[in-house]
Each structure stands twice: as C-alpha cells, then as structure tokens.
C-alpha cells in the first residue's frame, strides 16, 4: 500500500474550501488551543508545519517562532493559508510532499498534526528519520492525531505516535490521551 497521493487533498481542496471544519468546528478549536497550550516553550527560533492546509493553525503558532515554514501538498489549501497569514511575514509556506522531499534546515520545532497517517508504514518510517534529523538537539516535536479510523488512512493515530515514541533520539514531555485524539511532545 502506498501512501495517500497529493492529488486526493488537491481534489478535495478544490471541491470544498474547508473540508474538515477546521474554521469552525468546536472539536479542531478546542484542540488547536491544546495544542498550542502543549508546547513546552513559549518562543521558538525555527518552526515546521507538515500538513499546514489552510493555515488555521500555522496563524496559531505563528506567534510562537521566530520563523515558521508551513508545508503542504496541496497549491489549492495553501494559497488560502497564504491569504490567512498575509499579516505574519515571518511565516513561509513551500508545496512540498514528504518523504519525498524534505526542507533543507534546521528547526527547533516540528509539528506533524492529523497527517501521519496519511503515509504507508514505509514513508512514515522515512519522513521519521527525516524529522529527527532536522530536529535540533533540545528541539520538539509535537504529534497531533485523530484516533478513531477513517477509509483514506493507511495507519492509525497510534501506529503513527508509538513509531515516534520509540525513537532512541526522542523523549516524552508531554503524553495526552482523549477519546478522539492524541497529542505528544518529544524532545531531542
């Protein structure tokens, strides 16, 4: 099985602005508060966004890093992210689908929220070594992801999460469990 092409999110992008409610949806609200809520420090030099889509919560941590680098697989998703965030020039945003590609830097945060599963088991483990390589030492990475099972998924939230966890680079800062999702911090 392979993982989720970038042309299903293009279609879905294109037939429906917000195809998850992430506008409006108490459920994503009350999540993105969390999640923000979650990290361990108040600023970051470098940020990451792996599945930005329209940008609701890129526009949430923006305030949070000095520079944050928002990456999707969809132009569609990404040009209204650009629209939302046109106020937060420190924010970038590149199409980009990974583990086929990946940014060239160093970030002292990664947030990977509701896209994990997305990937086949062999791309998960790629982008995995990709992510904490690019992840500086004292850096975190925040895992965000629905538990319960959806038809496009190739691995569950908790497949993508304990793939992490057991990554001899990364430890637990913060580990949260609710009926419906996921969340954890790992630090390098």
Not at 26 to 46: D, F, G, I, N
Not at 102 to 117: A, N, T
Not at 128 to 135: E, F, P, S, Y
Request: aromatic content about 10%; proline content about 6%.
């Amino acid at each position: 099985m392979q993982s989720v092409s970038p042309l299903y999110f293009e279609s879905l992008y294109q037939r429906q602005p917000d195809p998850w409610n992430y506008e409006t949806s108490p459920y994503e609200l009350q999540k993105y508060a969390e999640t923000v809520a979650a990290l361990p420090r108040s600023s970051y030099q470098s940020g990451l966004e792996i599945g930005g889509s329209i940008g609701v919560l890129t526009e949430k941590l923006a305030p949070h890093c000095q520079t944050l680098l928002s990456l999707d697989v969809s132009p569609t998703a990404q040009s209204r992210a650009k629209q939302r965030c046109l106020h937060l020039p420190h924010v970038q945003f590149e199409i980009m689908r990974i583990p086929d590609q990946f940014p060239d830097q160093k970030f002292d945060l990664i947030l990977m929220s509701e896209v994990g599963y997305y990937f086949c088991e062999m791309d998960l483990l790629k982008a995995k070594q990709q992510i904490v390589n690019a992840l500086m030492p004292g850096g975190h990475l925040l895992l965000l992801h629905w538990l319960e099972q959806a038809q496009d998924f190739r691995l569950s939230g908790e497949q993508v999460h304990e793939c992490f966890r057991v990554e001899a680079d990364l430890t637990s800062r913060v580990s949260l469990r609710h009926s419906q999702y996921c969340l954890d911090v790992l630090e390098k």
